[in-house]
């Protein structure tokens, strides 16, 4: 199968990828594997066991696990929803409105977030709160999760959107569509794929979020991410490796999710 | 005010620009009834723009377009009875094919059951009723336009817009589809607005044509007139093959000029109104209506050289180099009845042309 000047023949092309592919994925090997460890010690293997499973619902840290691990899907539902549909309808005006004043303004603000330093945004968000007088809970949390979400959902959804040509919608005006029509019948549906990853990769932002939340989050209030910081300041031990493990595995089962529906796509045709 | 109910599209005085750049300058026309009109041009002519304005996708920015009397454009799309075939189908991709050409008819507001009816006749009538489930990329490109067709024609529209549809088709299957779009526009009765920059579709399909450039109507009539009677050097030269030489007009009597055309060679033809002695203009001499002969037959006659023979296959394309003039192609029917003799590259020859092959133009 190999052509002259394939890829795969350049010398060292094995051990570059190899070499890659260790330092990316042992880590969170180490941590799957450890998390099965049927010991208190989260370097010497012990044999199998399920016991940090367990620890984790039921031990004596479970009801702070699970309010936090509560907290951080309403968030993460909640915020990858409304950043959803507000990237979806920016999307539509930025390309489907024509040319219109500070359109480009727009594109840069939306985009924008994704270069600020995340510290950055954290400061000014607690300012920003402070100086309101918002009281701090989950609240805050959701309101800034939805703001920093938005970029993120906007990506996928305007490349999406992008690619589908503007005689879609003309030929459905044409075919006495009104604007709205054309839009819910042959927009909409044609950037569904787009707009489930723009919602599942919100999704996941807002779930592993620790910068932000942390600052703004109020006193008692907490997410996975900051309720497992709070327990590893305490020493690491082999439940926190658990739920790790947890996590990872909603993250790689929703970034499937997105693959296979990016996959089902209706206008990769002709 | 148009009222007559002969004219289906009466566009005037149109105008379409774009910030400084003007891509129509006030255009007028008429479009008959039942007829199948072309738009005729070259690309950037601003063909597509007329037929965008008509549909309602392109602003008018001077002038009106009426629809069998109605002012038309200020409305939008959607509530304008006509609809178009586009230039890349723009097939719904996630409908299926009966869903797709259903689709007008249902917005409509048509009965989920009419619906159905009426797209299952219009996919009949392009030969598709085999592919109704079907989703638009399992089909071939010929049945593709088809069903573009089909979904445009379904919600019986007064008037049809076509946009190079068949750009897209290789040549015989865009032979065949000409003899099936005018077969179509014959047994529906309405009226097509194909545009197109394929001088010989045109020529096949119209009834009449617009030939258009630079935003300008150049020429309007039927596909003979068109060709026969070109009323500049854009029109004769876009429309077919022809050989087009600058001449002087050296004297203009009884309605006929006598004119040279570089070295010593003098020709005479009709006189044009509007060109008289000492112009310098272009004349149009078809190659199908000249022929070859060893000796002159008429005071018409010049003589040349033969440099090249081209064998086309219907056709023998000859290649004469006038003494100290202008090169000209000579075209013969590749038939044992026509009178077409075989002259090989080095032979003196005549050029000799049947009656009314000169034709002078305005520039």
């Not at chain 2, 094919?97 to 219009?122: C, H, P, Y």
């Not at chain 2, 203009?252 to 070295?263: F, M």
Request: charged share 20%; net charge neutral.
């Amino acid at each position: 199968m190999a052509k002259p000047y394939d890829l795969r023949r350049y010398p060292g092309f094995f051990a570059i990828t190899l070499l890659c592919l260790v330092i990316l994925y042992a880590p969170l090997v180490v941590v799957a594997v450890y998390s099965f460890n049927d010991s208190p010690s989260i370097t010497i293997w012990e044999g199998f066991s399920l016991r940090w499973y367990v620890d984790v619902f039921t031990g004596p840290e479970s009801g702070k696990f699970k309010d936090a691990a509560w907290n951080s899907f309403i968030i993460a539902i909640t915020a990858a929803t409304t950043a959803t549909i507000i990237a979806t309808l920016a999307a539509t005006a930025v390309l489907r409105a024509g040319k219109f004043r500070l359109r480009t303004v727009s594109i840069g603000l939306i985009s924008l977030p994704l270069m600020v330093p995340e510290i950055v945004t954290a400061v000014a968000t607690l300012i920003f709160f402070n100086a309101i007088a918002f009281e701090r809970g989950v609240m805050t949390i959701l309101l800034a999760h939805i703001a920093f979400c938005i970029p993120f959902a906007y990506m996928p959804i305007s490349a999406r959107m992008q690619g589908i040509e503007a005689t879609y919608e003309q030929a459905a005006m044409d075919l006495y569509a009104t604007k709205r029509q054309a839009f819910r019948r042959i927009l909409l549906p044609l950037m569904m794929p787009g707009i489930v990853s723009g919602f599942i990769l919100a999704f996941i932002i807002s779930l592993d979020d620790f910068i932000i939340t942390n600052f703004v989050k109020g006193a008692g209030v907490e997410t996975l991410p900051t309720a497992i910081f709070g327990a590893v300041k305490q020493g690491i031990k082999p439940n926190i490796m658990a739920i790790s493990t947890l996590l990872l595995a909603v993250s790689i089962v929703m970034v499937a999710l997105s693959w296979f529906i990016g996959r089902r796509d209706p206008a990769e045709e002709r | 005010m148009p009222q007559d109910t002969d004219i289906a599209i009466d566009v005037q005085g149109a105008v379409k620009r774009y910030g400084t750049f003007t891509a129509l300058k006030t255009i007028s026309l008429s479009i008959r009834d039942n007829e199948f009109f072309t738009l005729l041009g070259p690309s950037g002519c601003g063909k597509t723009t007329l037929l965008r304005m008509i549909a309602g996708f392109e602003d008018v920015t001077e002038g009106a377009i009426y629809l069998y009397g109605d002012e038309i454009d200020a409305l939008p799309p959607y509530k304008r009875p006509v609809n178009t075939v586009f230039q890349n189908y723009a097939l719904f991709p996630h409908m299926n094919v009966l869903d797709n050409v259903g689709f007008g008819l249902e917005m409509l507001g048509q009965s989920k059951s009419e619906t159905r009816a009426r797209a299952g006749e219009a996919l009949e009538m392009v030969q598709l009723s085999q592919f109704a489930a079907r989703k638009p990329s399992q089909l071939s490109g010929g049945q593709q336009q088809r069903v573009a067709l089909a979904r445009a024609l379904a919600p019986r529209p007064k008037v049809l817009l076509l946009d190079e549809p068949l750009s897209a088709l290789d040549l015989k299957l865009r032979k065949a589809m000409q003899v099936e779009l005018k077969h179509l526009q014959l047994e529906t009765g309405i009226t097509f607005i194909f545009v197109t920059h394929d001088q010989e579709e045109a020529l096949t399909m119209s009834d009449r044509i617009a030939v258009m450039s630079s935003g300008e109507l150049q020429q309007l009539g039927n596909a003979r007139e068109i060709y026969e009677q070109p009323r500049n050097v854009f029109v004769a030269d876009f429309i077919g093959d022809t050989n087009l030489m600058q001449v002087t007009v050296d004297a203009v009597a009884d309605g006929r000029a006598e004119c040279h055309l570089g070295g010593a060679h003098r020709l005479t033809c009709d006189a044009v109104g509007g060109i008289g002695a000492g112009a310098k203009v272009h004349m149009s001499l078809r190659p199908e209506r000249l022929f070859l002969s060893a000796d002159p037959v008429d005071a018409n006659s010049l003589k040349g050289r033969v440099r090249e023979m081209i064998y086309i296959g219907t056709d023998i394309a000859t290649i004469v180099d006038l003494d100290g003039g202008p090169q000209f192609t000579v075209r013969s029917s590749n038939s044992s009845r026509g009178n077409a003799r075989v002259f090989e590259p080095g032979t003196e020859v005549a050029i000799n042309m049947e009656q009314g092959a000169a034709r002078l133009l305005i520039d």
